[in-house]
């Protein structure tokens, strides 16, 4: 196997702040570590560290003295650039009805496969970063995760929680047995109901250029749109080595509109979204 990664996507947001932890394990030929990295709207922080830390125990992932899992987040960081301690908890969990791959969760040869461990969660406790607090009182929490060999070559990720709802979508280009085809996943939460857009169920992409993606399945559309970006650095993994750098705007300006049978079940801007951008073909 030319490599491997695992890692988790948890995100904190509240009404003023936002934070995202990304925990993971890498392995490129006899190169194993694990790293954790943080993003705000201030800064992005890579941690590496060796690969005998990281263990996994039930639903929780540890990485040296800090906790991933579904009671939560706590951290402990001292390093030159970082400086990083508190403890967050998480409320009851929001996982799909099922997984968000569908029958390509069964797929072989699938170079990254998405997981989404919960949609929305309420978060509380307070993390202090470089001096910096970030307290979060009944926040939205997000929580998704990542496995395989690489990211996709060509995507788009984004994620936002908003009043009655949340979303996340996915675009990407997919390589498999020697063709590629354009991959989306994506959940709509709205009013209690999940709306799931999925190639697996007839979801194309009709557009994607000018920062603004278009998806339809049925009587199903999306509309999202980045409207401002304010990225930050993270590291990506190509074939287990996390030697790509990709921009993600934790906390961004979007638009995004959502149809059913031609009757718009929601249409709203905010500052408040997280995007990743990556796609260039």
Not at 32 to 44: K, Y
Not at 60 to 66: R, V
Not at 157 to 177: E, I, K
Request: proline content about 4%.
């Amino acid at each position: 196997m030319n490599g491997s990664f695992y890692g988790w996507y948890l995100k904190c947001q509240s009404d003023t702040q936002t934070l995202a932890v990304i925990p993971a394990v890498h392995c490129a030929g006899r190169k194993r570590t694990c790293s954790i990295q943080v993003i705000t709207e201030d800064g992005a922080w890579t941690v590496t560290f060796p690969a005998d830390v990281f263990h996994r125990k039930g639903k929780n992932i540890f990485i040296g003295k800090n906790r991933f899992g579904e009671r939560g987040v706590h951290l402990a960081i001292r390093t030159s650039q970082l400086t990083i301690r508190g403890t967050l908890e998480f409320g009851p969990l929001c996982p799909l009805k099922y997984d968000i791959m569908g029958p390509f969760a069964l797929a072989p040869f699938l170079e990254c496969r998405h997981s989404v461990w919960s949609m929305q969660h309420s978060v509380c406790g307070t993390v202090c970063i470089n001096g910096q607090k970030y307290s979060f009182q009944n926040a939205q929490g997000y929580w998704e995760g990542d496995r395989g060999r690489s990211f996709p070559k060509d995507y788009i990720w984004t994620q936002c929680s908003f009043p009655g709802g949340a979303l996340m979508l996915s675009v990407a280009d997919v390589p498999m047995a020697g063709i590629h085809f354009t991959g989306i996943i994506g959940i709509v939460l709205w009013r209690g109901k999940e709306y799931r857009i999925a190639t697996y169920l007839g979801a194309r992409a009709v557009q994607i250029q000018n920062k603004i993606v278009r998806v339809r399945q049925g009587s199903l559309e999306l509309d999202v749109r980045l409207l401002e970006a304010s990225e930050r650095l993270l590291k990506a993994p190509a074939k287990g080595d996390m030697i790509r750098t990709i921009g993600e705007s934790v906390t961004c300006r979007a638009f995004y509109q959502f149809r059913k049978k031609g009757h718009t079940l929601f249409s709203f801007e905010t500052d408040r979204a997280s995007f990743e951008y990556e796609y260039f073909s």
